[in-house]
């Protein structure tokens, strides 16, 4: 393989396997046996020291700390996954990684260099298995582990003796190739204390039967937000919301930092967002500590095990904004494994007019096919300032403010989607003998059966409500006074709408193009199935 002109090794194919997952790349180990050199399989460079400098000791003599530093290049095409082991003796205390990349210029339109990271302990790679210790992505430019703490993003414990796995993820390599540089310092000593997680709640006070706000697609600094706990937690007071969900990028370490956050007026509940290079998926509401893998793209045929996955530790499946065009981010696994899907994503952009507009074609499908539907759900993908946690919201028809509550709401697409906590609306269609179906629920009445939809509205000034049904949008009503409420009814039969939604829209300035999104509902069925 031999060293580039700049004393980098070059990564060539020969490591190159596929683990049962996306293709990964495994270099030679570091070492830091009694100072030991490791080779990096003539794929890596590797210099060291010993409280400065490794030359020179007594064999077996340790020092405080010790640092190697290993230097390569990825090529353009690298693999999705790039593993740089670590050999790690015994009376290690901490473990701490620094890195760097290159950033040469690119033309414009190609993607330039990005190179996530992570770690895995000794207990290994294997997808799903037990060694992750955490991921930053491309938020940190180092992180450490011990057994009392670990940087955000990752999970503290022992750091256990054996061969450890620094992850690297090249998410876009430049066609220069991409120069890396990796420090890892272990320092000796006795351990710290192992603290046992304390954990959120699983239930708030609530109000009984009620429509909850919630906001389920929320960064912390744990992933690469730039928000903690707490303040995520105060924002979500601030707008009005009664329950949140964690979901920190392809990392759980999160969890164990909500219970602080938590309280009588806020139910938390924990996930993750599993940020795959063929779209992200929101794990809603699992159990406190599940970890679901990433390392997999729609091709290898993995993601039916990891939506297993969320589902045996008590979440839901909920696809994330899937027809965002940033690298990666668009959804390529299919519906079928989805429990709901996040068509609203942050602010009203095109992209979630081509989500809202996908969705609604899967509901005819699920009408023509006899077949069930996907509910509809939004959340903020809140990361920083000016990001506003609760733009959008789903309001929630639950049961009582508890986990499996507000989980059984959304699965039952009991939920409509609204910009802020001041927008409400309320949707009901009657028919028959008094009968009446709300929100995701069907009226179950003869094909000829005269039905009344009945829209209310309040929180909007200036918007209107629209009416869409499996035909498209067949009542848009005059805009609400500046009063913002207001009532639109109107009369049909199941043989004419097998579905009614409602929509709230803004005004728009002029032509074809319908306002930004106010608020929309999950659809009322009407007729037998």
Sequence with gaps: MGEDEHGHGTLGRRGLFVTGAAAALTLGSVSFAGGARAS????????????????????GMRTETETRTVRGTLPPGAPDFVYVPVEVPSGVREIRVAYTYAKPPVPAGTPGNALDIGIFDERGTELGGKGFRGWSGGARAEFFVRADDATPGYLPGPVGQGTWHIALGPYTVAPQGLDYEITVTLAYGEPGTVTPPVYPPERARGRGRDWYRGDCHLHSWYSDGRRTPAEIAALARGAGLDFINSSDHNTHSSHAHWADAAGDDLLVMLGEEVTTRNGHVVALGTEPGTFVDWRYRARDNRFGRFARRIRAAGGLV????????????????????????????????PDDEVALAAWDARLVASVDERRAWLPAMGGSDA?????????????????????????????????????????????????????????????????????????????????????????????????????????????????????????????????????????????VFLGHR
């Design 318 to 349: 909920v696809p994330a904004h899937p027809h965002a065009t940033c690298i990666g981010c668009s959804w390529k696994f299919g519906f079928g494994d989805a429990d709901a899907v996040e068509v609203w994503n942050g602010p009203w952009t």
């Design 40 to 59: 990096g399989d003539g794929q890596a460079t590797e210099t060291g020291n010993g409280s400065g400098t490794a030359t020179g000791r007594e064999p």
């Design 383 to 523: 990361h920083r300032a000016p990001d506003a946690v609760g733009l959008p919201q789903t309001v929630v028809l639950a049961e009582e403010l508890s986990r499996e509550a507000v989980q059984a709401g959304i699965r039952a697409g009991r939920c409509y989607v609204a910009e802020s906590k001041t927008v409400s609306v309320a949707f009901t269609a009657a028919g028959g003998r008094g009968l009446r179906a709300g929100i995701g629920e069907r009226l179950e009445v003869g094909a000829d059966t005269p039905v009344t939809l009945r829209v209310e509205a309040s929180g909007a000034p200036r918007c209107s409500i629209r009416l869409v049904t499996d035909q498209g949008v067949l009542v848009t009503g005059d805009p609400l006074p500046v009063a913002g409420s207001g009532v639109l009814e109107w009369h049909t039969t199941p043989s004419y709408a097998a579905y009614v939604r409602a929509e709230l829209r803004h005004e728009t300035a002029a032509g074809p193009v319908p306002g930004t999104m106010a608020a929309f509902t999950n659809p």
